[in-house]
């Protein structure tokens, strides 16, 4: 735990899941390697909470992600709040029967009698040479379930606070941690302060374009906007942080402003969320926008190992400069 005015996502977590289980004895934590015999976690996420609340609360599991959300879902049934760890993304493939056809509609199959109160953490993302089977965002997939909500903060202090209130939800939250967001460091999170999920953040004003996007590539679209402001163009970067629920009046106030749009998200551009983001956007603002909607996304492709072909597959600043100087030349 850290209570400098500096912490990183990681410690975010940590801090995070340290105040849960602290504020509520029903908290429970789970997964691969999570208590503090096997590390807790590979990555140091759990570290020192099964030492702070026993291993009854926090429990190293068998390699079995199906059998991981399984019995997450069993013990939210009971009255527990589980917070299951799937090391990587692309496992939760092993689980998707028990995330998509349980933990997602057993609030509907049971006519509102039960609720699935589980936060499933999860860690992707490229650029760290990890491989097609280790580095994907699949949040599309979660997206495109009724009953899952979908979250991945870009701060510390935004991981801490939706954290937070995706363990206080009633129904099942997808939290999607990057990988190599984990070492940034920012501004520490207020103690127990939530953010509550489904709402968008601008965190630039801007007045030419709006730039929709969330997790590691609010910090390119930054980038660009500061770079950009010298040639008197002017970004408004609109951090989602939830992905399901979706903040259509957010997006639709900021792109309503500037008049153009740029959808910015590491997974795949095909069939990725920026496709749903763009529909969104000129079913109702058509009329006003003075360029269609851009979308910029991974390429259609696993993640590479090769180092220039990793950078290659993702997104980048040059790509989002470039698609920005296109729709504002263009009028």
């Known amino acids: 735990m850290s209570t400098d005015k500096n912490i990183n996502l990681l410690a975010a977590v940590n801090l995070a899941l340290h105040d849960a289980m602290e504020s509520d004895p029903k908290v429970l934590v789970f997964g691969e390697d999570v208590a503090d015999p096997e590390g807790?976690?590979?990555?140091?996420?759990?570290k020192g909470l099964s030492e702070r609340f026993g291993d009854q609360r926090v429990r190293s599991t068998p390699i079995a992600e199906q059998a991981i959300i399984g019995a997450a879902i069993g013990a939210s049934l009971v009255g527990y709040k589980a917070v299951p760890e799937i090391m990587l993304m692309n496992f939760?493939?092993?689980?998707?029967?028990?995330?998509?056809?349980?933990?997602?509609?057993?609030?509907?199959?049971?006519?509102?009698?039960?609720?699935?109160?589980?936060?499933?953490?999860?860690?992707?993302?490229?650029?760290m040479g990890n491989g097609g089977q280790h580095s994907d965002f699949l949040e599309a997939w979660f997206a495109h379930t009724a009953g899952l909500k979908v979250v991945i903060p870009s701060t510390p202090?935004?991981?801490?606070?939706?954290?937070?209130?995706?363990?206080?939800?009633?129904?099942?939250?997808?939290?999607?941690?990057?990988?190599?967001?984990?070492?940034?460091?920012?501004?520490?999170?207020g103690r127990g302060e939530r953010i509550?999920?489904?709402?968008?953040?601008?965190?630039?004003?801007?007045?030419?374009?709006?730039?929709?996007?969330?997790?590691?590539?609010?910090?390119?679209?930054?980038?660009?906007?500061?770079?950009?402001?010298?040639?008197?163009?002017?970004?408004e970067v609109v951090d989602l942080r939830t992905v399901s629920p979706l903040d259509t009046q957010a997006i639709l106030a900021s792109v309503g402003k500037t008049g153009r749009a740029v959808v910015l998200h590491e997974a795949t551009k095909k069939f990725g969320p920026g496709a749903e983001i763009a529909s969104v956007i000129h079913e109702a603002l058509f009329s006003?926008?003075?360029?269609?909607?851009?979308?910029?996304?991974?390429?259609?492709?696993p993640v590479p190992f090769s180092k220039p072909l990793e950078t290659a597959f993702m997104p980048s600043q040059a790509e989002l400069e470039a698609v920005v100087r296109s729709l504002v030349e263009a009028g």
């Open 157 to 189: 202090a935004d991981a801490y606070g939706l954290l937070l209130s995706c363990i206080d939800d009633p129904d099942p939250c997808l939290f999607v941690e990057t990988l190599p967001m984990y070492w940034t460091s920012g501004p520490a999170p």
């Open 288 to 301: 006003q926008l003075k360029a269609p909607v851009q979308r910029i996304g991974a390429k259609f492709s």
């Open 40 to 46: 807790g976690g590979v990555i140091g996420a759990t």
């Open 196 to 235: 509550p999920l489904g709402q968008a953040k601008v965190v630039r004003e801007g007045s030419d374009v709006s730039v929709i996007t969330y997790g590691r590539q609010v910090h390119d679209a930054l980038a660009v906007a500061k770079k950009l402001e010298g040639e008197g163009i002017s970004i």
């Open 92 to 127: 939760t493939t092993v689980a998707m029967d028990m995330i998509v056809n349980h933990a997602a509609k057993l609030r509907f199959m049971s006519g509102g009698q039960t609720s699935v109160p589980i936060t499933i953490r999860t860690m992707t993302g490229a650029g």
